[in-house]
């Protein structure tokens, strides 16, 4: 089997689960606010916010499995950069920029209506971010007549979105910093080096040190999820013979059906519990819902849609063939759908009480990029028919 074919099984196989997760992630988010707004509420509070050694239900689920999804983000990251889609400077551009712009409009907007209120302004990134199995879920929605090259865009611009995201959240969300913690950290980064020198291509000793890794980063003040993308890094592509199973590839595909089926549903259902009852009318209209909401369905699709154009018409870029600009538009606003990024970087963002929930903004922007970008999809698919 060709190299290019061993990929476009990988991205195949990739869609189809991400778009199941994506659908599983609707149901996790529905059954959590019904169990947030019915006679199940004490129960699903009270368990949720249970203290562990110290640290609630919904930390551990924060910083614990969702370190494996973002190890599972580094795995894809490193495979496509090496030998995917991404490996292709022609194919990479145009969504290298768009999300680039996807993520520096949203913040603008945002900022727009919260500046001057420094609590507020912490939650600037919320909207800057894409879920890719949500947008992968409504997309097969549309059927198998949206073109592949429509999917490996969505898909790739959805890497660079969870890149940035990470950068984000080691440069501006971390707590105070632990410098003997993240000497520990460092032995750690040194020992994963080592091994990958040596060609070591046993997948133990990374895990056994990755583990070391995500402890001391936990206690460094450094998010733990860093820890995740960090081990994915050294993780070997290749094994030692041509015969011998690449270690990465491995692991990436072990890990993509606990990841979408168990992983991101469990933090979904923990995360968007939003309690419904007694809400007002100024809770929804806060600057801060509302500047997430609009960053998301506003600032994404035009700042994703407006960058790739300029691209494109300045020769940087190329639309990819069978694409027409209104189906992109259409999976721009699919970009709008942040839902699981957003509402990670939303709990690092707001911690405690708060005279605003910022999850009314994520699902809302959510839920209207969803249906305008299936629309848009369906026309266009509709036009090509006619």
Known sequence: MTKNASSNNIIAEFLKMEAAGGILLMLAMVLAIISANSFVSIWYAGFFSAEILGLSVTTWINDGPMAVFFFL????????????????RKKVMLPIVGAA?????????????????AAAMRGWAIPTATDIAFALGVLTLLGPKIPNALKVFLTSLAIFDDLGAVLIIAF??????????LVAAGVCVIALAILNRFHVTAKMPYIAVGLLLWLATLKSGIHATIAGVVLAMFIPLKGKSESETSPLKSLEHSLHSFVAFIILP???FANSGLDLRGMGIDQVLH?????????LFI????????????????????????VTWLSLYGVCALCGIGFTMSLFI???????EQPFDERIGIIAGSLLSGIVGFALLRLSLNRESA
Not at 76 to 82: A, P, S, V
Not at 101 to 117: E, K, V, W
């Open 172 to 181: 501006f969300y971390t707590a105070k910093i632990s410098v003997l913690a």
């Open 266 to 268: 469990l933090f979904a």
């Open 101 to 117: 712009g996807g993520m520096f409009f949203p913040a603008i907007l945002y900022a727009l209506l919260n500046s001057g209120d």
């Open 73 to 88: 983000v580094g795995l894809e990251l490193k495979r496509e950069f090496l030998e995917g889609e991404l490996s292709d």
């Open 287 to 295: 600057s801060v819902p509302v500047g997430v909401a609009l960053g």
């Open 299 to 322: 600032g994404k699709q035009a700042g994703v849609f407006a960058v790739c154009l300029l691209a494109v018409k300045f020769g940087l870029a190329q639309l990819p063939k069978g």
């Open 346 to 352: 939303g709990s690092l963002a707001f911690q405690g």
